[in-house]
């Protein structure tokens, strides 16, 4: 899912101009693999729909059956941390209620651990090329 074509995302508020992009990965609890076409779809559209409030902008999302990958731009002067968790606990609150399978399967959606990196490493077209491959493995 390509969301943002410009290799260069800077956003701003009123003191800062940044670009802070983040990778991220968290697992399904217990790595089952709960996350069909179903969930996928709506577990992208529940990120998407709550970056403005939790303050992301959503570059790139992909699924795995047990885990999901997101580039995410964030502002600097927010914890990532706290924001990462936010999107968790909503995608888990809303897919659980939505889809009660998942509530049989495992007793919570999501584990508690989650990867975070910088993209200063390595160039977000490989970031974006990485993610995108996901599928096909």
């Known amino acids: 899912?390509?969301?943002?074509?410009?290799?260069?995302?800077?956003?701003?508020?009123?003191?800062?101009v940044y670009n802070c992009l983040y990778h991220i990965i968290w697992c399904t609890k217990y790595r089952r693999k709960v996350i069909n076409k179903?969930?996928?779809?709506?577990?992208?559209?529940l990120i998407i729909e709550k970056q403005d409030e939790?303050?992301?902008?959503?570059?790139e999302i992909e699924t795995m059956p047990d885990h999901v990958h997101i580039l995410i731009?964030?502002?600097?002067?927010?914890s990532i941390v706290q924001t990462v968790g936010k999107i968790k606990g909503y995608t888990s609150h809303v897919l659980r209620?939505?889809?009660?399978?998942?509530?049989?399967?495992?007793?919570s959606l999501w584990t508690r651990s989650k990867f975070i990196s910088t993209?200063?490493?390595?160039?977000?077209e490989v970031i974006k090329k990485y993610i995108e491959e996901q599928k096909n493995r």
């Open 1 to 16: 899912m390509n969301l943002e074509q410009s290799s260069k995302i800077y956003s701003s508020n009123n003191s800062i």
């Open 38 to 45: 179903e969930i996928e779809k709506a577990l992208k559209t």
């Open 54 to 59: 939790y303050g992301y902008k959503t570059i």
């Open 73 to 78: 731009s964030h502002n600097p002067q927010a």
């Open 97 to 107: 209620n939505s889809f009660p399978k998942l509530k049989s399967r495992i007793p």
């Open 119 to 124: 993209c200063g490493v390595v160039t977000l």
